[in-house]
């Protein structure tokens, strides 16, 4: 079954790291240019970073530049998304996109994050 599936999510204090991973089953994700997203509740979903399809390449919201890492695997057909400097505004649920201009769109079904003391 072709899908993504995040994982790694999970309740952290401020100031704490987590790295969520995404997994591409039934699917190559090498040419796909990833990216992840998150959603807080009454929020419109945000475009947290993305990865060219290489790796060679990122960028960020503004919001998580210098605290947020995104790296991918293709070998292991996984992208990553170490967060440190945890916010409480960091919470939400955090989704993972791979796209290519001529292929299918795929997302994954979430991770929740929840930063709270």
């Known amino acids: 079954q072709v899908r993504l599936v995040e994982s790694g999510g999970g309740l952290v204090q401020p100031g704490g790291s987590l790295r969520l991973s995404c997994t591409a089953f039934?699917?190559?994700?090498?040419?796909?240019?990833m990216s992840w997203y998150r959603q807080a509740p009454g929020n419109n979903m945000e475009l947290v970073g993305e990865?060219?399809?290489?790796?060679?390449?990122?960028n960020y919201v503004d919001s998580v530049k210098d605290r947020f890492i995104i790296s991918r695997d293709n070998a292991k057909n996984t992208m990553y998304l170490q967060m440190n400097s945890l916010e409480v505004e960091d919470t939400a649920l955090y989704y993972c996109?791979?796209?290519?201009?001529?292929?299918?769109?795929?997302w994954g079904q979430g991770t929740q994050v929840t930063v709270s003391q």
């Open positions: 996109k791979a796209a290519q201009s001529g292929r299918p769109v795929y």
């Open positions: 039934g699917f190559d994700v090498s040419p796909y240019r």
């Open positions: 990865i060219s399809p290489s790796g060679g390449r990122t």
